[in-house]
């Protein structure tokens, strides 16, 4: 009998051992799911810029090789060292502020106009076979084009104008948000949109509820591609288009290039880039927070 209590102890010592075995495996299982095993936040900031701090480090090392190798006179190529010089110098004036805020301003008005006209034509060609058929190829085609190509119709139709500068950025963007909306549509699963229309959604409720909720990761790449598109051809447009009375980053690149001031220019350019470099990080912090609420984010 005391055989049999010791051997029924062991046995439930046992399966108790499994259970919270069990139990320690299903916690580890949780927190990996929840994301609560996530390192601490000086080690997580640390490990996704060090890799952005090299890169700099390399190009900046690269750029002084290249500029003291004699490729290049010093007027033409200058090193790292004056144009951060010359960069530093133009921060703390109001005129370069000026520029970025008149650039900045009518690329956001720009953007945003884009925006609703390219989601607008994006919902109605991904609705209609017809205007489909009729104008799809036709806003591929659009956005292929060059934007600089359009300036010398832009310049006949506005003349030297905000409204020359608008036309081109609308024409550079609006395709490329309709494609990204019309891309997203087109790969919603059909099965989602079945289960949607046996719960009674239909035409606009079923667009509304259903499929451009689950088109949106393309619908915020379109914009993403959208406001390149939009940029690139804002600061073509400022080359082109200079309006005295509104002096911008595109007008200011083009004065230095014609007063031989590399240094100035090439300070512009590091300007330009920091601000696409920065709304590029917004983007990408929508695209994050998308992936993180539908479950597809991977750690690491």
Same mark, same amino acid.
């Given at each position: 009998?005391?055989?049999?209590?010791?051997?029924?102890?062991?046995?439930?010592?046992?399966?108790?051992?499994?259970?919270?075995?069990?139990?320690?495996?299903?916690?580890?299982?949780?927190?990996?799911?929840?994301?609560?095993?996530?390192?601490?936040?000086?080690?997580?900031?640390?490990?996704?810029?060090?890799?952005?701090?090299?890169?700099?480090?390399?190009?900046?090392?690269?750029?002084?090789?290249?500029?003291?190798?004699?490729?290049?006179?010093?007027?033409?190529?200058?090193?790292?060292?004056?144009?951060?010089?010359?960069?530093?110098?133009?921060?703390?004036?109001?005129?370069?502020?000026?520029?970025?805020?008149?650039? $900045?301003?009518? =690329?956001?008005?720009?953007? !945003? *106009? @884009?925006?609703?006209?390219? +989601?607008?034509?994006?919902?109605?060609? %991904? #609705?209609?076979?017809?205007?489909?058929?009729?104008?799809?190829?036709?806003?591929?085609?659009?956005?292929?084009?060059?934007?600089?190509?359009?300036?010398?119709?832009?310049?006949?139709?506005?003349?030297?104008?905000?409204?020359?500068?608008?036309?081109?950025?609308?024409?550079?963007?609006?395709?490329?948000?309709?494609?990204?909306?019309?891309?997203?549509?087109?790969?919603?699963?059909?099965?989602?949109?079945?289960?949607?229309?046996?719960?009674?959604?239909?035409?606009?409720?079923?667009?509304?509820?259903?499929?451009?909720?689950?088109?949106?990761?393309?619908?915020?790449?379109?914009?993403?591609?959208?406001?390149?598109?939009?940029?690139?051809? $804002?600061?073509? =447009?400022?080359?082109?288009? !200079? *309006? @005295?009375?509104?002096?911008? +980053?595109?007008?200011?690149?083009?004065? %230095? #290039?014609?007063?031989?001031?590399?240094?100035?220019?090439?300070?512009?350019?590091?300007?330009?880039?920091?601000?696409?470099?920065?709304?590029?990080?917004?983007?990408?912090?929508?695209?994050?927070?998308?992936?993180?609420?539908?479950?597809?984010?991977?750690?690491?």
């Amino acid at each position: 009998m005391a055989l049999d209590t010791a051997d029924r102890d062991v046995e439930d010592n046992g399966e108790t051992d499994r259970e919270s075995s069990r139990e320690n495996q299903m916690r580890g299982l949780d927190s990996l799911d929840l994301g609560t095993s996530a390192p601490p936040l000086a080690h997580a900031v640390w490990r996704s810029t060090w890799p952005k701090l090299a890169a700099l480090a390399i190009a900046l090392g690269l750029w002084q090789l290249v500029a003291i190798s004699g490729w290049r006179e010093s007027y033409i190529l200058p090193g790292p060292v004056p144009v951060f010089a010359e960069l530093g110098h133009r921060l703390v004036s109001a005129e370069l502020w000026q520029a970025v805020g008149v650039t $900045l301003t009518r =690329g956001v008005v720009g953007f !945003a *106009i @884009a925006s609703v006209l390219g +989601l607008a034509l994006g919902i109605l060609v %991904s #609705r209609s076979r017809i205007l489909r058929a009729a104008i799809g190829s036709l806003i591929t085609g659009l956005q292929t084009m060059p934007s600089i190509a359009w300036f010398p119709l832009a310049i006949l139709l506005f003349q030297l104008s905000e409204q020359a500068i608008l036309f081109v950025i609308l024409i550079g963007a609006v395709p490329s948000i309709a494609n990204g909306v019309i891309g997203g549509v087109d790969y919603v699963p059909a099965l989602l949109v079945r289960a949607g229309r046996n719960v009674g959604a239909s035409g606009l409720s079923l667009y509304r509820h259903v499929i451009l909720p689950a088109a949106l990761p393309s619908i915020v790449t379109g914009l993403k591609q959208g406001w390149a598109f939009a940029w690139r051809s $804002l600061l073509a =447009g400022e080359l082109m288009v !200079a *309006i @005295a009375y509104r002096p911008s +980053l595109g007008q200011f690149l083009n004065l %230095s #290039r014609d007063l031989g001031d590399t240094s100035y220019m090439i300070s512009l350019m590091i300007v330009i880039l920091v601000i696409g470099i920065v709304v590029d990080a917004v983007f990408g912090r929508v695209e994050r927070g998308i992936r993180r609420r539908r479950g597809v984010v991977v750690s690491g």
